[in-house]
Nanobody
Framework: QVQLVESGGGLVQAGGSLRLSCAAS????????TGWFRQAPGKEREFVAG????????YYADSVKGRFTISGDYAKNTVYLQMNSLNPEDTAVYYC????????????????WGQGTQVTVSS
C-alpha cells in the first residue's frame, strides 16, 4: 500500500504561483511513477504532469508546458508541482497519484490517490 498526502493549495491571483507537494509513505520505491491530475467542477479528471522515480523522466500536458514543473525529492519521498503564471482555467482540485513503472495520462491506470488539494485562481 502507498499513502499519498497533498498540500500547498490555496487562493492566488492570476499570474501568481503555487507549489503543491505530494508526500508518499508505505511501499514506495524507484519502480513507481507519480502523476498530478486536476478536476474542475463539471469536468473530467485530467492529467497535468508526471515523473518517473527511476531516471526522473517527466511529462506534461500541453496546457501546462512551460508554466508547471514537476520534481521529486527522493530522500523525502515527496513530489512537487511548481505552478507559475497561473490563470483562472487552472482552478481545480489537484490530486497526486502513483502507479508502478511508467507515467500514464489515464487516471484509471493509477493505483493510489491522495485526497486532493484545492487551487483557486482569481482573475
Amino acid at each position: 500500500q502507498v499513502q499519498l498526502v497533498e498540500s500547498g493549495g490555496g487562493l492566488v491571483q492570476a499570474g501568481g504561483s503555487l507549489r503543491l507537494s505530494c508526500a508518499a509513505s508505505g511501499r514506495t520505491g524507484s519502480s513507481y511513477a507519480t502523476g498530478w491530475f486536476r478536476q474542475a467542477p463539471g469536468k473530467e479528471r485530467e492529467f497535468v504532469a508526471g515523473i518517473n522515480w527511476s531516471g526522473g523522466r517527466t511529462y506534461y500536458a500541453d496546457s501546462v508546458k512551460g508554466r508547471f514543473t514537476i520534481s521529486g525529492d527522493y530522500a523525502k519521498n515527496t513530489v512537487y508541482l511548481q505552478m507559475n503564471s497561473l490563470n483562472p482555467e487552472d482552478t481545480a482540485v489537484y490530486y497526486c497519484a502513483a502507479r508502478r513503472y511508467s507515467i500514464s495520462e489515464v487516471p484509471a491506470s493509477y493505483d493510489y490517490w491522495g485526497q486532493g488539494t484545492q487551487v483557486t485562481v482569481s482573475s
